[in-house]
Antibody
Framework: QVQLQESDPGVVKPSETLSLSCTVSGGSISPYYWSWIRQPPGKGLEWIGYIYYTGDAKYNPSLRSRVYMSVDTSKNLFSLSLTSVRAADTAVYYC?????????WGQGTLVTVSS | QSALTQPASVSGSPGQSITVSCTGTSDDVGGYNIVSWYQQHPGKAPKLMIYEVSKRPSGVSFRFSGSKSGNTASLTISGLQAEDEADYYCCSYAGSYSYVFGSGTKVTVL
């Protein structure tokens, strides 16, 4: 059974960079797409972007200027960086397998943007 | 890229059938047969229930079905059970390698 586990950055200060990684176990990171999705407290889901195991990434147009994703096939993990964070970026961040039909999800990690 | 429109809440009695709608535009729901549905219980990660409009992943109950007409996709839950009480989100491909979620619907079993 494929399992995903997000890292836990906890609190990030405004204007700094949020960095998250997602470790995949129970299966290979190739040849799949891998995504990041977030959910502000009490609100709905927002797609952030996805990356193919080759490193080709696509991002939500509303976040494109601040988002970067990478993949490390040797460590079976992929990562998310979100720059210049603000309070509105406070959310539970999920990693998931797929690009539109996400069949395996991490448990999610709450990232709070606060000084 | 605006969120797809879903009713805030839908309710039904055990054994009944309910339908959750998901309305978009010809740029997303209406333009592609790439609509998925997710069930989310409080404090849990979403679970894939339907993909590509009407396909059910292995292990998902046959009581869940999906369809689409024009710019509106629908999720129907038949034989409503207590464990179906959760939030449901639709998601559609929106062109240019992007996806958009619906606003979410709280399903209540009376």
């Amino acid at each position: 059974q494929v399992q995903l586990q997000e890292s836990d950055p906890g609190v990030v200060k405004p204007s700094e960079t949020l960095s998250l990684s997602c470790t995949v176990s129970g299966g290979s990171i190739s040849p799949y797409y891998w995504s990041w999705i977030r959910q502000p407290p009490g609100k709905g889901l927002e797609w952030i972007g996805y990356i193919y195991y080759t490193g080709d990434a696509k991002y939500n147009p509303s976040l494109r200027s601040r988002v970067y994703m990478s993949v490390d096939t040797s460590k079976n993990l992929f990562s998310l960086s979100l720059t210049s964070v603000r309070a509105a970026d406070t959310a539970v961040y999920y990693c998931a397998r797929g690009s539109g039909d996400w069949d395996f999800w991490g448990q999610g990690t709450l990232v709070t943007v606060s000084s | 890229q605006s969120a797809l429109t879903q009713p805030a809440s839908v309710s039904g009695s055990p054994g009944q059938s309910i339908t959750v709608s998901c309305t978009g535009t010809s740029d997303d729901v209406g333009g592609y047969n790439i609509v998925s549905w997710y069930q989310q219980h409080p404090g849990k990660a979403p679970k894939l229930m339907i993909y590509e409009v009407s396909k059910r992943p292995s292990g998902v109950s046959f009581r869940f079905s999906g369809s689409k007409s024009g710019n509106t996709a629908s999720l129907t839950i038949s034989g409503l059970q207590a464990e179906d009480e959760a939030d449901y989100y639709c998601c559609s491909y929106a062109g240019s390698y992007s996806y958009v979620f619906g606003s979410g619907t709280k399903v209540t079993v009376l």
